[in-house]
């Protein structure tokens, strides 16, 4: 039998990147995988058809991450059409980048609702219907751990506050079994920090390995956290980054 036969998860932000290669992952252990998109229905739908194609059900639900009710909906959304939830990866997310005298408070309000607010509404709607056992896996960035060039503070700012967040919530939630853990990737490929984009070489010599790691080596961590190999990690951050950090 599989990892995560019988199990439901949702995957916020789960039409491209990392968000879709985790879904796929969660599926092919044996999830049930609904996903959150934005502004793209078409990515979503063919996230949903891999997620299909690896025998579970999927779903695709539009939601806005930074609106707290569409947040809530989307959960509730879940519940309905899968009777359950018993893994929540909180993924989506933006890349502000900029001086810091350059950003403006919508800015600073934007990046906060969808890196954290979002995180904090998920995880309120989402526990009072996981059974115990349960996971929440967040997305954080290996540049809370290290900022090597100016114009990433706000970034890094929003994702330090899941670090603190999913701590107190192992706490919480401890005694009912149900993990909380933060996966910190490094550099990617991925449409938002392509492996041949401006920059890419100077973001690939911070790097040990000397090269950018995959979307899929991301979801196995995720995987490994959402399964039962993983259910005495708790209020943690595994950091997966070719040796940024190092």
Do not use: C, W
Request: hydrophobic share 40%; glycine share 12%; charged share 20%.
């Amino acid at each position: 039998m599989s990892a995560l036969h019988g199990k439901v998860a949702l995957v916020t932000g789960g039409s491209r990147g990392i968000g879709a290669a985790v879904a796929q992952r969660l599926a092919q252990d044996g999830a049930d995988v609904a996903l959150t998109y934005n502004a793209s229905a078409e990515r979503a739908k063919g996230v949903v058809a891999k997620v299909e194609q690896a025998g579970r059900r999927g779903a695709a639900i539009h939601a806005d991450i930074a609106e707290p009710a569409a947040v809530t909906a989307a959960v509730e959304q879940v519940v309905s059409e899968f009777g359950r939830i018993d893994i929540l990866v909180n993924n989506a997310g933006i890349f502000p980048y900029g001086d810091i005298s350059e950003f403006t408070l919508d800015d600073y309000e934007n990046t906060m609702a969808i890196h954290v607010r979002a995180v904090f509404v998920a995880v309120q709607a989402a526990v009072p219907h996981m059974r115990d056992g349960g996971r929440v896996v967040s997305v954080g960035s290996s540049l809370v751990e290290r900022v090597p060039a100016p114009g990433i503070s706000l970034y890094s700012m929003s994702k330090s506050a899941l670090v603190g967040f999913t701590k107190g919530l192992s706490r919480d939630l401890g005694p009912r079994g149900i993990t909380a853990n933060v996966v910190h990737p490094g550099s990617v490929d991925t449409e938002m920090n392509p492996a041949d984009g401006e920059g890419a070489d100077e973001e690939r010599a911070l790097t040990s390995l000397g090269r950018y790691g995959s979307t899929e080596d991301i979801a196995a961590t995720v995987a490994h956290l959402a399964g039962p190999s993983g259910s005495y990690i708790t209020g943690t951050s595994v950091t997966v980054d070719g040796g940024v950090t190092a």
